[in-house]
Every structure is written in structure tokens, then in C-alpha cells.
């Protein structure tokens, strides 16, 4: 292999083995560095992959990628240490073509993704830690350091997919100063069960599944839950703020512990065999915690660039990386073509995104990671919802049965929440969603 390449991409995961798939398909050489021993080993999310983006990339994707489940159920729970109540929507026509989501073991979809970029001509090169960027006199970035006995790799365009902490990111001055409410830190249990036994707690057949998420799952901590299926195994893990832990001074995994303990999740998992537990920081700062996506000769994308859209009903991730990594490869092919990969030539990238789902979707939804964090929506809106629904079908006989308004005004007045403020949470919820 030369030392100067067109591009080099650091990191396997979505964002850089599309951005590298891109690039070779384009005709470009283009080395896809990972510091795993394989593409996926050292990754982790909340299960499910949204695939509509994967169309423009890999047209044939549902029929070879490595999946578990469709998803052809998706639930919403709010949960109290004794109450939960649950928003259930089913469709037959999301495990069917074109499909919605899916779930699958990161390991698996990340290696696959990646043996399509080297499948279209790029080099991986796995078991490889990049140290540092390389900079010619004026200060461009020209490649990058790593812990290779052949060391430097040069090149015209870095694109820097190295996660949540990008060292790139950060040593190309990208990077703004963020609070660390700003971040959650997401841990997951991987229980093994018999197939059968998914299928009928679940009630599911087939390749269909089930993706739960959770209000109310981390006590005194923001943050939330999750519950999803693959075929043999059932995962069920907690997304915790990095903040609020520590103030709480309680362990992430007793938050999953007590989850997996709620009679609504243990009815789901009892019994089931821990077969992997992982964590992995997220950045849920949303549109206005992301760095600076360019400069010259370096573009970012993905986790480094904080693009997962974690906005309450919406938790996406993969989709994201995808859609920026595709745009990346694709604004650093046209650059190259071109001859300039200064910051300038690379001015179409954050173009290409801002008129995408994915800096669309995070610029609509911009306040919505602040209110989903909140206090009000964390601490006092799950008893609240709990309680009405309880309330609401509570036989009372032969006592006559309260109306609607007067069980919503009780519980209102029982949980210490005042109409100004329940008004401004619905309008701020209204604004982000309209």
C-alpha cells in the first residue's frame, strides 16, 4: 500500500464505511482505518437500523445485510416503580418492502458495511490507532499519525468518523466547549432466550420484532430505556445522563438492573442468559452542540460530529452516520475531481446536509433534546400520566365515574404541576413537532 492515498477515512462504523464505499466508488483510492480488529468489534447502539437511507447506497441492502427483526412494532412506555403505561402501534406493512427498521448486532451490519466499501476498492486497515492529524506549513491538514511501524498515511482529504471523543475533531479545533448534560451514556444486556419463547411474550412471528422505549426508566437520573428483539436474544438497556449520574452517585448498570426488574420489562427477559453487556457514550446535544463539520482538508461525520437525533420518540443514530458519512464520501470525491480540498472546495458537505433529513431533522428538532431532559418531563410527567391512566379505568362502583377533565385536574394538582408550565412544555413540544 502507497502512504498517499486520495482519502483516508479513520473509524468503521455507518458514518466511515459509507463515506469510504462513496470515495472508491468514485474511482478514488481511499484507506478506511479502524482500530478494532474488525469493523464493529468495539461499537454499540440502541438496536435499530432505519433503512430508507441505505437505498441510495446499497440498493439491495434489505435482501443481503445481516438482520435480525424487522420492526413491525414500536412502543412507547412511561413507567413509575409500580404503574406503566404503554403506546403500541403495530403495522404488517413495515416487515414488508420497502420496510422500516431493523434490528441487528452492530458487529455484524458494521463488517458487512464495511466488505462493501473494500468490495468497491478501498483498503481496510483494521487493528490500527490514528494519533494525530498531519499538517504541511500552512497548517492544512494533509493526513494522519498512526501506531503503525509504517506510520504516516498522506492524503488529500481526511474524513474523520472516530466517534463521540474524536480526537480529530478535536485537534483540528472543530470541536466547541459543551456541557456534559449534553451527554448520556448508553449500556445494554444482550439476554439469550429461545426463539419461541420471544415471539409469543412479544407477540410476533416470523422475522417481525419489537422496539420499546422507555419514560421514566432511570429514577432520579435523566435519561431513558429501551427494549428491543433480535431473533434469539432480547437486549435491554438504559440511555443515562453523564451529569446526572454522577450527582445521583449510582452505577449505570443498577439502572439496568432495576429496569430489567420492572414487572412490565421482567415479564419480557426473565429467565433470559446474559450474554453481552456493552456501554457507549452519546452526544444528545442535538443541532447546537455539533462542531464545525469542515476545515481544510478534513471533513467529520457521524458520532465525532455529534449527529445522533435523540428527540424522544425519535432515537436515531445509525441512519444518521449513514446519511452523513454518503455525504461526505460523495462532497470529498467532487473535491478531489476538482483539485480542491480546501475548506472552500469542501463547502458543499454541510450544503448537502442542511437540504438532507439529517441536519433538517436536527435543526427542526433542535429544543426537543432539552425538553425530553428536562425535570418536568423526567421526574414528574411519568407519575402524572401513570396516575390519570390508572385513575381512568378504576372501576369505582357504585361510586359514578369521574369525567375525564376532573381525573386530569386531581392529578395535575396531586403532582405539583402548574398550568404555566404544563402550557410551555406542550407549546415547546407543538413547536418542535409542527
Not at 286 to 307: K, N
Not at 332 to 344: F, K, M, N, V, Y
Request: one cysteine or more; proline letters at 4%; aromatic letters at 4%.
Amino acid at each position: 500500500m502507497s502512504d498517499r492515498v486520495d482519502a483516508v477515512v479513520v473509524g468503521a462504523g455507518p458514518a466511515g464505511s459509507t463515506a469510504a464505499l462513496q470515495l472508491a466508488r468514485a474511482g478514488r483510492s481511499v484507506v478506511l482505518v479502524e482500530r478494532g480488529r474488525a469493523p464493529g468489534t468495539k461499537n454499540m447502539y440502541g438496536g435499530v437500523i432505519y433503512g430508507r437511507v441505505l437505498d441510495g447506497v446499497v440498493a439491495d441492502w434489505a435482501a443481503r445485510a445481516p438482520l435480525q427483526r424487522w420492526v413491525t412494532r414500536r412502543s412507547t412506555m412511561v413507567l413509575t416503580p409500580t404503574q406503566a403505561v404503554t403506546l403500541d402501534v403495530r403495522s404488517a406493512a413495515w416487515g414488508e418492502p420497502p420496510y422500516n427498521g431493523a434490528t441487528a448486532y452492530r458487529s455484524d451490519f458494521d463488517r458487512w458495511l464495511a466488505e462493501e466499501a473494500v468490495a468497491a476498492g478501498a483498503i481496510l486497515l483494521p487493528s490500527t490507532v490514528v494519533t494525530g492529524l498531519l499538517r504541511d506549513q500552512a497548517g492544512r491538514v494533509v493526513g494522519v499519525r498512526t501506531d503503525r511501524p509504517d506510520g504516516d498515511l498522506r492524503c488529500e482529504v481526511v474524513i474523520a468518523c472516530d466517534g463521540v471523543n474524536s480526537l480529530l475533531a478535536k485537534e483540528a479545533g472543530l470541536h466547541r466547549a459543551t456541557s456534559s448534560d449534553t451527554y448520556t451514556l448508553g449500556v445494554k444486556e444482550v439476554l439469550a432466550l429461545p426463539r419461541a419463547t420471544i415471539e409469543q411474550r412479544f407477540g410476533v412471528t416470523g422475522r417481525h420484532g419489537v422496539d420499546i422505549e422507555i419514560l421514566g426508566a432511570t429514577g432520579q437520573v435523566p435519561g431513558g430505556g429501551f427494549v428491543y428483539t433480535n431473533l434469539e436474544t432480547v437486549a435491554v438497556g438504559v440511555v443515562a445522563q453523564v451529569s446526572g449520574l454522577a450527582k445521583a452517585k449510582v452505577r449505570p448498570e443498577e439502572l439496568v438492573a432495576r429496569l430489567r426488574a420492572h414487572p412490565a420489562v421482567a415479564a419480557l427477559t426473565h429467565g433470559g442468559e446474559l450474554v453481552e453487556y456493552s456501554a457507549h457514550l452519546i452526544p444528545e446535544g442535538g443541532y447546537d452542540s455539533m462542531p464545525a463539520l469542515s476545515t481544510d482538508g478534513m471533513l467529520v461525520a457521524g458520532d465525532a460530529a455529534h449527529m445522533t437525533l435523540a428527540a424522544g420518540i425519535w432515537l436515531e443514530g445509525v441512519n444518521m452516520a449513514i446519511g452523513a458519512g454518503s455525504a461526505a464520501g460523495l462532497t470529498a470525491a467532487r473535491a478531489l475531481a476538482a483539485g480542491d480540498t480546501s475548506e472552500h472546495g469542501l463547502r458543499g458537505y454541510r450544503q448537502a446536509l442542511e437540504s438532507s433529513f439529517v441536519l433538517a431533522n436536527h435543526r427542526r428538532l433542535r429544543n426537543l433534546p432539552h425538553l425530553v431532559l428536562g425535570e418536568r418531563t423526567q421526574r414528574v410527567y411519568p407519575g402524572l400520566i401513570c396516575d390519570l391512566a390508572e385513575e381512568l379505568f378504576t372501576v369505582r362502583d357504585p361510586i359514578p365515574k369521574p369525567g375525564l377533565t376532573r381525573l386530569a385536574l386531581d392529578a395535575r394538582r396531586r403532582h405539583g404541576v402548574r398550568w404555566r408550565d404544563l402550557a410551555s412544555d406542550g407549546l415547546s413540544a407543538l413547536r418542535a413537532l409542527r
